[in-house]
Nanobody, 121 residues
Framework: QVQLVESGGGLVQAGGSLRLSCAAS????????RGWYRQAPGKQRDLVAV???????IYVDSVKGRFTISRDNAKNTVYLQMNSLKPEDTAVYYC???????????????WGQGTQVTVSS
C-alpha cells in the first residue's frame, strides 16, 4: 500500500505565506507525476499545480507567480510554496501521486487526506 501524508496547512493573513508538504511512503518503485489540488466549500476539486518526474511544472493561471511546486525524489516528498496568499486561496489542499508499486506492472494514483488552508482578509 501507498500512503500520502500532507502537512503545513493553517490560518494565515492575506499576503502571507505557507509551505505545504506531502510525503509518500510504502512499497514504492517509481513516483511519476505529482500534483496539488484544492477544494473550496461547495465547489469541485481543482488542479493547482503538477510536476513531472523530470521537474516540468504546470500551474493554474490563478496561482502563477505566487505558488511554486517542487519535489525531493530522495524523500518521496512534494512541496507547494504559497506566497502572496489571497482569501480566495482558502480551501482544503490535496496532494496526489502517480505511483508504480514494487512488483506492479501499472501505476495507480493515490491521494492524501487533505490539509486546510485558510486565508483571512
Amino acid at each position: 500500500q501507498v500512503q500520502l501524508v500532507e502537512s503545513g496547512g493553517g490560518l494565515v493573513q492575506a499576503g502571507g505565506s505557507l509551505r505545504l508538504s506531502c510525503a509518500a511512503s510504502g512499497s514504492i518503485a517509481i513516483i511519476n507525476r505529482r500534483g496539488w489540488y484544492r477544494q473550496a466549500p461547495g465547489k469541485q476539486r481543482d488542479l493547482v499545480a503538477v510536476i513531472s518526474s523530470g521537474g516540468t511544472t504546470i500551474y493554474v493561471d490563478s496561482v502563477k507567480g505566487r505558488f511554486t511546486i517542487s519535489r525531493d525524489n530522495a524523500k518521496n516528498t512534494v512541496y507547494l510554496q504559497m506566497n502572496s496568499l489571497k482569501p480566495e486561496d482558502t480551501a482544503v489542499y490535496y496532494c496526489n501521486a502517480d505511483v508504480l508499486r514494487v512488483g506492479d506492472r501499472r501505476g495507480n494514483v493515490y491521494w492524501g487526506q487533505g490539509t486546510q488552508v485558510t486565508v483571512s482578509s
